[in-house]
């Protein structure tokens, strides 16, 4: 357990830090204006890049903003939906963003969603075997539950392009549309940049996590 807290205090750290920067990044950026809502600003940019098809609908939570490829639908906060702050246009881009890489197929994108249901299963069956074989000295059960834990660690790794394309495009077409003036992309930056150390941080607990238990199956083999 020492050793798990040791490889996994580093990506711990890092995500406490990470989401204090998120907030701390969005309030600011939520206190300076903007010409449009996240709802009107994510239509606009969805119409530039001839994305018709996507629906944009109003979805309970804070900051529960995503982009439904399955229904292709565009869901955003109250907050970021009705808001005219440089944050809500933000955040709005970037899922916006999602939705672009969607319909241009964008490589990254079509192999995180196909890695959906494997890193679902893998999140949960995977932990559960590594412990049935870490408690039964099963090697093979204690290996196959790695391999699952794998597919996690395969969907966080693949999903840094996806977030990372998603906020270069927001920031691209927040400018292109005329939305956001350059020199007042600053705000909506500190936002993004911010969630992405997010995403880092996952992936890098998540990989960790793997490696500890790889080191739990190399010590029961001897």
């Given at each position: 357990?020492?050793t798990?807290?040791?490889?996994?205090a580093?990506?711990?750290?890092?995500?406490?830090?990470?989401?204090?920067?998120?907030?701390?990044?969005?309030?600011?950026?939520?206190r300076v204006?903007?010409p449009?809502?996240?709802?009107?600003?994510?239509?606009?940019?969805?119409?530039?890049?001839?994305?018709?098809?996507v629906?944009?609908?109003?979805t309970?939570?804070?900051?529960?903003?995503?982009?439904?490829?399955r229904?292709?639908?565009?869901?955003l906060?109250?907050?970021?939906?009705?808001s005219?702050?440089?944050?809500?246009?933000?955040i709005?881009?970037h899922?916006?963003?999602?939705?672009?890489?969607?319909?241009?197929?964008?490589?990254?994108?079509?192999i995180?969603?196909?890695?959906?249901?494997?890193?679902g299963?893998?999140s949960?069956?995977?932990?559960?075997?590594?412990?049935?074989?870490?408690v039964?000295?099963?090697?093979?059960?204690?290996?196959l539950?790695?391999?699952?834990?794998?597919?996690?660690?395969?969907f966080?790794?693949?999903?840094?392009?996806?977030?990372?394309?998603?906020?270069a495009?927001?920031?691209?077409?927040?400018?292109s549309?005329?939305?956001?003036?350059?020199?007042?992309?600053?705000?909506?930056?500190?936002v993004l940049?911010?969630a992405?150390?997010?995403y880092?941080?996952?992936?890098?607990?998540?990989?960790?996590?793997?490696?500890y238990?790889?080191?739990?199956?190399?010590?029961?083999?001897?």
């Amino acid at each position: 357990m020492l050793t798990y807290l040791l490889l996994a205090a580093p990506a711990f750290l890092l995500g406490l830090w990470a989401q204090l920067r998120v907030k701390t990044a969005y309030a600011a950026a939520q206190r300076v204006a903007a010409p449009l809502s996240g709802a009107a600003a994510a239509r606009r940019i969805l119409e530039s890049a001839g994305v018709q098809q996507v629906r944009i609908e109003q979805t309970p939570g804070r900051l529960s903003d995503h982009y439904d490829p399955r229904h292709k639908v565009l869901r955003l906060s109250r907050e970021v939906y009705q808001s005219r702050s440089l944050a809500a246009v933000g955040i709005a881009a970037h899922e916006a963003g999602h939705a672009i890489q969607d319909a241009r197929a964008y490589a990254p994108l079509m192999i995180r969603n196909a890695a959906v249901p494997a890193a679902g299963f893998g999140s949960n069956a995977g932990f559960i075997l590594i412990i049935l074989g870490a408690v039964l000295n099963f090697l093979p059960l204690l290996l196959l539950g790695i391999f699952l834990f794998g597919c996690v660690v395969f969907f966080q790794i693949v999903n840094l392009p996806v977030e990372f394309n998603a906020s270069a495009r927001a920031k691209a077409q927040l400018v292109s549309t005329g939305i956001v003036g350059r020199q007042e992309l600053g705000p909506v930056e500190q936002v993004l940049n911010a969630a992405a150390w997010t995403y880092v941080a996952a992936t890098l607990q998540a990989v960790m996590t793997l490696l500890y238990y790889v080191m739990i199956f190399l010590s029961r083999r001897r």
